[in-house]
C-alpha cells in the first residue's frame, strides 16, 4: 500500500501518540505518511522521534510569545488577516465571568502564535491536522485556517476521558477522582470550544478496586495507542463525513 494521506502532527511533550501514529503509517496500517511535526515547546522529547524517522519539525515558542506580549504587547504585531470580534464571537472556550480584558490577552497572544504555526506549516503540504498531546487550546482564528470547508473538518485529537464527560486538560485525573468505574480515550475533530466536536471513535477500560491513578493513565494510554490509527485510517479511506443531527454535529462512519 502506497502512502497517500499526507498528516501533519501537533505535540508539546514526548510524543507517545505520535510514535503510535509513525509505526502505524510505517507498517500500513495507516495509508499515510506524517509530513511534519510542530510543536509548541522547544523542551519537547517527542521532537526526537521526530528526527529518528527523518521527519520534517518545527518550533512556534508559545512561551516565549506570551512572555514578550506581557512586557509589551505593542511591541507584538497582530497579524494583518486578525479580526478580534469575528474570533471572539465564535470562540467557545470562556466561561461567562471571564473578564473582557482576558479574553483579548488570550486571543491576541494565541492569534500571535498561531499565525507563526501557519507559517510553520505552509512549506508541507497536510491533508489532516493531528493533535498528538498538543496543550493548547486553538482558536477560531487558526482552525478557519486549517477548516477552510466547514463541511470537511480536518483537525483530529484524541482526548483522555470519555467525551462529553470530563473535558479539559486532565482527563484521566478528573475520570480517577470522580470515582468513576469505567475510564476511557475519544477521537473527535476539533471545533470552537474544548474538546466539544464531532466524536469519531472512544475506547473504553475498566477501572478495577485498588487500581491507581497511574494505572488508569496507563490503561488509557494502551488504548489511546490503538484507537488514534484506527480513526486516521478512516478519515484516510474517506469514511468520515459530519453531518447535521438537531442541534449537534455528529460524524457518520461509512462501512
Not at 24 to 35: K, P, R
Not at 104 to 132: G, H, K, S
Request: hydrophobic residues 35%; negative net charge; contains cysteine.
Amino acid at each position: 500500500m502506497q502512502p497517500n494521506l499526507r498528516i501533519g502532527a501537533l505535540i508539546s511533550g514526548g510524543g507517545t501518540n505520535l510514535q503510535a501514529v509513525i509505526d502505524a503509517c510505517e507498517s500500513h496500517a495507516i495509508s499515510g505518511q506524517i509530513v511534519f511535526v510542530g510543536t509548541d515547546n522547544p523542551e519537547a522529547k517527542g521532537l526526537d522521534r521526530a528526527r529518528r524517522h527523518n521527519i520534517p519539525s518545527f518550533i512556534v515558542d508559545y512561551g516565549s510569545i506570551l512572555r514578550q506580549y506581557r512586557q509589551d504587547p505593542t511591541r507584538q504585531p497582530l497579524p494583518d488577516n486578525f479580526d478580534f470580534e469575528d474570533t471572539q464571537k465564535k470562540c467557545r472556550l470562556f466561561p461567562p465571568e471571564t473578564s473582557d480584558e482576558r479574553i483579548r490577552q488570550f486571543l491576541e497572544t494565541r492569534a500571535i502564535a498561531e499565525a507563526a504555526l501557519v507559517d510553520a506549516m505552509q512549506p508541507y503540504p497536510y491533508d489532516l491536522l493531528i493533535l498528538a498531546g498538543f496543550m493548547r487550546n486553538l482558536t477560531p482564528y487558526f482552525i478557519d485556517r486549517v477548516n477552510t470547508d466547514r463541511s470537511k473538518p480536518r483537525i483530529m485529537n484524541i482526548h483522555p476521558a470519555i467525551l462529553p464527560s470530563f473535558p479539559g486538560v486532565d482527563g484521566y485525573g478528573d475520570t480517577f477522582n470522580y470515582g468513576c468505574k469505567v475510564g476511557g480515550c475519544t477521537v473527535h475533530f476539533i471545533d470552537y470550544g474544548e474538546d466539544s466536536g464531532p466524536i469519531i471513535g472512544q475506547r473504553a477500560f475498566a477501572i478495577k478496586p485498588g487500581d491507581t491513578l497511574e494505572d488508569v493513565k496507563r490503561n488509557g494510554l494502551a488504548e489511546e495507542w490503538k484507537l488514534y490509527p484506527q480513526c486516521i485510517e478512516l478519515f484516510a479511506q474517506g469514511k468520515l463525513e459530519v453531518v447535521a443531527n438537531g442541534h449537534r454535529r455528529i460524524v457518520a462512519i461509512a462501512p
